[in-house]
């Protein structure tokens, strides 16, 4: 896309418009003035942004996602329960922590906000890889909170190595879930616990477009079926929570902050491209969030353990 169609604001307009009907559920009609004033304001020069500040900003794939999750996220999420997972781990103060999937900068600031010990970020999503490591830097955290990237079929650490880990999402979208749970029972020492976040449903055709913008392919399987494949790993499952109505309200309040954003949206000289990615990942988000509410799909946080040697 030519640069002066991704600046162009007549087009971002347009755009908006179309957005806000397709939110609001009416159909699009175009403004009077619309057609009258194309040529006029095709005419005018298009101001042209700075080659520099073009290729700082944010993937327009990463940007919806930051409006409609808040800074730092690629999903809902909750700066105090982020907080609180050393906690839930019981690890010790300086205890180091690995965390798979944290997607951006959030999750990892609020745990290391209130953990004093190492992280290492294990990341598989290429696109968050740049801005995760920019905003740790920032932070001044980039010494204690390392970012090492990771691709899910081929994931195979060190023997013993994990104190204790966190993974938001890897086995949403592992095709090879078995696998990952071998390793990760590998890596684990022994007697240290593992808390993993995933969605959980019986499969059903109405799932895929839930996930339809996700980083990788879904592969959601049942609450049963995931604790039976970590016990096969040879992990102990302390306990299943059920957490879905805490995500469904982060959700919710994702989905007031895009409506806010759509209304400053051409103001803001927000991208064409940037309101696709948004527009997309509300469809996408509308369908799960039925889904969560009439209970056919879960999120569940399980914390696991390591049997002691």
Same mark, same amino acid.
């Given at each position: 896309?030519?640069?002066?169609?991704?600046?162009?604001?007549? /087009?971002?307009?347009?755009?908006?418009?179309?957005?806000?009907?397709?939110?609001?559920?009416?159909?699009?009609?175009?403004?009077?003035?619309?057609?009258?004033?194309?040529?006029?304001?095709?005419?005018?020069?298009?101001?042209?942004?700075?080659?520099?500040?073009?290729?700082?900003?944010?993937?327009?794939?990463?940007?919806?996602?930051?409006?409609?999750?808040?800074?730092?996220?690629?999903?809902?999420?909750?700066?105090?329960?982020?907080?609180?997972?050393?906690?839930?781990?019981?690890?010790?103060?300086?205890?180091?922590?690995?965390?798979?999937?944290?997607?951006?900068?959030?999750?990892?600031?609020?745990?290391?906000?209130?953990?004093?010990?190492?992280?290492?970020?294990?990341?598989?999503?290429?696109?968050?890889?740049?801005?995760?490591?920019?905003?740790?830097?920032?932070?001044?955290?980039?010494?204690?909170?390392?970012?090492?990237?990771?691709?899910?079929?081929?994931?195979?650490?060190?023997?013993?190595?994990?104190?204790?880990?966190?993974?938001?999402?890897?086995?949403?979208?592992?095709?090879?879930?078995?696998?990952?749970?071998?390793?990760?029972? /590998?890596?684990?020492?022994?007697?240290?616990?593992?808390?993993?976040?995933?969605?959980?449903?019986?499969?059903?055709?109405?799932?895929?477009?839930?996930?339809?913008?996700?980083?990788?392919?879904?592969?959601?399987?049942?609450?049963?079926?995931?604790?039976?494949?970590?016990?096969?790993?040879?992990?102990?499952?302390?306990?299943?929570?059920?957490?879905?109505?805490?995500?469904?309200?982060?959700?919710?309040?994702?989905?007031?902050?895009?409506?806010?954003?759509?209304?400053?949206?051409?103001?803001?000289?927000?991208?064409?491209?940037?309101?696709?990615?948004?527009?997309?990942?509300?469809?996408?988000? /509308?369908?799960?969030?039925?889904?969560?509410?009439?209970?056919?799909?879960?999120?569940?946080?399980?914390?696991?353990?390591?049997?002691?040697?």
């Amino acid at each position: 896309m030519a640069l002066a169609a991704l600046f162009d604001k007549r /087009k971002r307009a347009q755009a908006q418009a179309r957005f806000r009907a397709w939110w609001d559920g009416v159909a699009y009609a175009p403004a009077p003035e619309d057609d009258a004033g194309a040529a006029e304001a095709d005419a005018q020069p298009t101001a042209r942004e700075p080659a520099a500040a073009v290729a700082s900003e944010p993937h327009p794939r990463i940007a919806a996602r930051e409006r409609m999750w808040g800074t730092g996220r690629t999903r809902p999420g909750d700066d105090t329960a982020e907080g609180l997972l050393a906690a839930m781990l019981n690890v010790a103060p300086t205890a180091p922590i690995e965390v798979m999937g944290a997607g951006l900068a959030a999750p990892l600031l609020n745990l290391a906000r209130t953990h004093q010990g190492a992280i290492v970020a294990h990341e598989w999503r290429e696109e968050t890889l740049a801005p995760l490591r920019a905003a740790l830097s920032e932070a001044g955290l980039s010494e204690r909170v390392s970012v090492k990237p990771i691709d899910l079929d081929t994931y195979a650490p060190a023997a013993e190595s994990v104190d204790a880990l966190v993974s938001f999402d890897e086995f949403t979208y592992a095709a090879n879930a078995p696998r990952l749970a071998a390793q990760i029972t /590998k890596a684990l020492k022994p007697g240290a616990p593992a808390l993993i976040e995933a969605y959980t449903a019986i499969p059903n055709p109405e799932i895929a477009p839930a996930f339809a913008t996700g980083f990788a392919e879904h592969h959601v399987r049942p609450t049963g079926d995931l604790q039976d494949l970590f016990a096969e790993a040879g992990l102990t499952v302390e306990s299943a929570e059920d957490v879905t109505e805490e995500h469904l309200a982060c959700a919710r309040e994702g989905f007031a902050r895009l409506a806010a954003a759509i209304e400053s949206a051409v103001g803001e000289g927000l991208s064409v491209r940037m309101l696709q990615e948004a527009a997309w990942e509300a469809a996408a988000w /509308k369908a799960r969030m039925r889904l969560m509410t009439r209970q056919r799909l879960e999120r569940r946080r399980f914390l696991a353990r390591k049997p002691s040697a």
